[in-house]
């Protein structure tokens, strides 16, 4: 192997010290102001890795035949480009920084010593790295001229911009150093084009420009994203998704490359395939369409399903093609059952998704450039799967032997009682709200028809199919689908009333589908549509059959306005009412409820209803959330201390800012205040004087994101709201302070501690927040008898008893549930299953804290290695069911260095020390976002 040249070691060296410099720069904007809109600066600069050993590689080869200045040249304009990186992006942070950027602190050190192991990483890597030639270099320059057209956009948007800042400096010269970097890339790109054999490196250029174009378009999210958190016109300047339409266009080149190099028969599935795709696309935008709309995960769950068939139906349909010309007829008789099936159960799934989209009222016309783009990525991704199948015929590597196994049998058997009792249960709890038909059970008996097509396929090509590794993975696949979707039901799941109080109109259905008499709610509808329906068209009526109203022919206002008024009359005689209604409620009741749904969109109804609830309740609750929205446009560039200063000034005001403070992040208004329109405005003013002495930028441009607000979103109230700060606060006052409010939502803590009072003090602590904060609990223990977890539960939370089967003598074999505890065996799979099923128990929106007080007892009874793969998966699944966990763990269970694997796995890592809470303290070992000042707190 000849060694790496050390020009090539020294460019390595020094663009990866580059951008450590760009990830310590991001780290300090970010932990003085949080902000996602880095995140695509991050993403980029972590791609820009991958691009800087694409042109290591390059130059590797090119070493023994080009002149050295086009060497050097080359590794100098990339050098440039990413000096010009930083300079960006330190350029845009200079602002909004107070003091002076430290870069050699702890965390950048730590981000540079990272550097320098990658570094020694690349360079031992980069000698491995070789690749096939290809003789057809038409696909590159195609690429090259989509790359180039990339590159020109991006330099025309950076300066673009910057000119239209030119008077206020607010990116005109950051963006301008984008420009300089932008040049310098297109001259590597053309020294590198000019000096190599497209042929023979046509795989190091297709990586290396792969590369450099999800950087661009990583780097041109950010450059577009930025300016418009105040100016929104400069999203025009982005008008798609750029990632995924480059990784479809990558997707494709590859496979057209991969299928040029290989060569295998391809020529009858490019006619047929069409017929797969087309339908597969169409569904999926469907699909989407209803997600969009919906916002149920239950289209998510089927979409990865909708995957996993594809990706499988794919292998199976490449052996058929590969293996064709040597199939015995019985063989071929199944292969074209199953090349027939195929399609037409995406069609049934589609006519089915088609019904679905009709029954909720979603249009279902097609989205043309999603369904092209869709059947160009699942083309390509056919083409992969052929590739990688015919590369892998006959390595030697053997299959599970499923297909010959009586335990296929069984599988089979088990696979049609759980389809059939899917079916069953589909339709008895979800065929009102999905309206699934004829076609749901034609799409059903289809795809179960193609699992036992390619069973006998399989069975009757014999020896044929057993030289493809992990042919029979098919089957293992499709019973993950069937667990897929029986999942997906569980997100359609809900208790009673809690589901359907999402909205106003829900409270209204509610009501009216319990009505005894249809024709007393006809003659209500028909008193309040002449006073509130402006217009009697389509989509606007009453629905006799079902007692419910159909509103979807007005807006928005108009549909809360009617609900209001119908709920108000239909309970204004609470005795009328109980006559033809078992839900008997009185006026003040509906009021409350209404109250609770609505908010301050209570000042929106017309006079005649607003009479019915107290307006100044109102206008204190809308200041604190158009507050808290003006808090969320304006984080990037005023951090959370600007705001608490704020407060301190404006506290002698009076009025409702001197009870208002910044908790965890988010703006409060004291329940007490009560005030009118006018003084609404007055505060708001107030604040807006306030906050625009500490904007760092032209007071124009924060008047222009005020102007955007109040159009777009309140325009009836000539404000914005917007979603408020996550933080969860742990009770304890020292820690919350330090850490400005307390954990980050959804981050997971490793909370180390020895069995004693002050770690009880901690979890307790936490727990009993929790119920302050309206969050709920789940408290998994082995250390704590149940009766003493039952005195720290609140109404509502759930616990797991594992202290019983840990250090009792009782037998415990399965899970017995008991009110809210519910006690467990020292058995992972129903542990797991009681957690999932606990967390379950209440909708995603739901903000849950999780404690796991557990894993000190189960290291007694499981290995290491088996709880860490349980517990990174409990992790990720917290973390998406919306669950800020703690896992408290005695360090002396484990040994040094899984102890430090394990803190790795999480956000957040305490240590407690000190035997109760009067002596002891809470050390901060890590903590997301930064640690904090002190390092050690009380817990008092």
Known sequence: MVPLPAYIRAFLFLNVLLMATVAALLMEVQKAIPSGVWNSVHKGNLVDILYALSIAAILRELTPTAPPWVLYAIALFYTIATAMV????????????????????RRGLGVYSLALFLWYALTTLLPHLRYPTFQEPGLFYLFLALFLLMVLYFGYAAIYISESYKGIGFVRRPFFAAFVGTVAIVLSVLLMIGSVDIGVYYYYLFLCFTASAFVFIYYFRFMIEYPSLLQPKWRGMMPLDLVKAATTIFLALLAASLYLTLKPPLAPILLSLPALALPLAI??????RVMEKTKLGYWGYLQAGIYIHALVSFYVLGLVYLLWPDLPAQARFFALIFVLLLPTFYAFYLLDMRGVAQGLEIPVSTNLAAVLLDILRFTALFSLVLSGISISRGSGMDGTGLESSPALLFFTAFFLIA????????????????????????????????FIAVYLFYTSAGEAVKVFPYHDLFFPAYFLILVIEVASTKTLAFKGKEREMAGIE???QYYTRRCIRADFLENLWRVVRERYVPHHGPGI????????????????????????????DFYRSPEEAAKVTPEVRTL??????????????????PEDLRESFREEAYYPV???????????????????????????????VGGPFEGMALEGGKIKVPPTVLFGRKAFTEYFKVYLRALGELFPFEHTLLRGLIKKEAEEVLSAYNLTLAELLDIVPTGLQDFDEATEGGLVRTTSTLLLAEETKAKRAFLDSFVAQGAKSRDTNLYATSRVPPREIVQVLMPGDRGIDLYTAAHTSNQITGLEENGSITTAPLNTTLLQYSLVRDVK???????????LDIYSDLLRYHRWEELLEILCRQLEGFRRWNCTPIVALDPNALKGDELEALKRRFDNVLLISGKDRKSGSLAVLKLYGGTPPPRSVSLQ
């Open 841 to 851: 128990r209440f909708p995603r929106e739901v903000h849950k804290r999780v404690v």
């Open 419 to 450: 389809y059939s009792t899917y079916l069953r249960v589909t339709h008895k709890g979800f065929e009102e709200l999905l309206k699934k038909g004829l076609w749901t059970e034609l799409s059903y008996l289809s795809s179960f028809a193609i």
């Open 283 to 288: 569904l999926l935008d469907y699909m989407r």
């Open 86 to 105: 930083v300079a960006t992006v330190y350029l845009l942070i200079r602002p909004l920084l107070k003091g002076p950027v430290a870069l050699l602190n």
């Open 622 to 652: 809308l200041l604190q959330r158009v507050l808290n929205e003006l808090l969320e446009e304006v984080k990037t560039f005023v951090p959370p201390s600007g705001h608490a200063s704020i407060f301190k000034k404006l506290a002698t």
């Open 506 to 508: 829900d409270l209204l």
């Open 541 to 568: 009526g009453f629905d006799q059959s079902t007692r419910t109203f159909n509103l979807r022919g007005l807006d928005e206002k108009s549909r809360m306005i009617t609900s209001v008024a119908i709920l108000l």
């Open 588 to 605: 003040e009741e509906v009021r409350g409820e209404i109250s609770t749904i609505l908010g301050e969109k209570v000042l929106l109804l």
